[in-house]
């Protein structure tokens, strides 16, 4: 089983660029389509992207272009790049991983993904 554990997170101007870091401590990554999703404050969960085996990915269309996920199999680890940062990307950010599922899908099938981090914080200030 793969735990998943998120790094990077802070607090950032308008404007900037942050990026998180996914790792495991238990299994290889490489096993895994990997994603991130994330909730703002009084709202719902939200899917921001992922990244398959193949390095293919497949991003929310609101996020295309300031958003990029990638994946080093070596250091076993998976970013979430964030440029020109609003303060309504305001959100804890959870990292994701499924052995079988990617894509388009796990914006329906979020609940049943098989592991997920316990999230971190990344404040967006105005």
């Known amino acids: 089983q793969v735990q998943l554990v998120e790094s990077g997170g802070g607090l950032v101007q308008a404007g900037g660029s942050l990026r998180l870091s996914c790792t495991s401590s238990?299994?290889?990554?490489?096993?895994?389509?990997m994603g991130w999703f994330r909730q703002a404050p009084g709202k719902e969960r939200e899917f921001v992207g992922c990244i398959n085996w193949t390095i293919a990915t497949y991003y929310a269309d609101s996020l295309k272009g300031r958003f990029t996920i990638s994946r080093d199999n070596v250091n076993n680890t998976v970013y979430l790049e964030m440029n020109f940062l609003k303060p309504e990307d305001t959100a804890v950010y959870y990292c994701a991983a499924d052995r079988s599922r990617w894509g388009r899908v796990w914006i329906f099938e979020s609940s049943s993904l098989d592991a997920w981090g316990q999230g971190i914080l990344v404040t967006v200030s105005s």
């Open positions: 238990g299994d290889s990554l490489s096993d895994y389509h």
